[in-house]
């Protein structure tokens, strides 16, 4: 049986709320103080896969407020 949305959202919370989790974002922090280093750039091949690197950390760092903003939004009533 398919979980539905809010348990989808609650379980994703519960994840990034974890000491792994937690561990794993101040990680990837560090990755991207060191990538947005303009020194790091020395073609445009480089700016394409740091461009590339900054989307996926950039979804990384925002997934909790995006996953708590989601659930507060459904358990409102403002998602269907």
Request: proline letters at 1%; charged letters at 25%.
């Amino acid at each position: 049986m398919p979980k539905t949305d809010e348990a989808f959202l609650s379980d994703r919370i519960n994840m990034t709320r974890s000491d792994g989790w937690l561990d794993l974002v101040e990680e990837i922090e560090n990755l991207e103080r060191s990538i947005i280093n303009l020194d790091n750039i020395n073609s445009e091949q480089d700016l394409w896969v740091i461009k590339g690197q900054l989307r996926i950390i950039n979804f990384i760092l925002s997934l909790d407020t995006a996953t708590t903003l989601g659930l507060e939004q459904l358990q409102d009533g403002n998602l269907a």
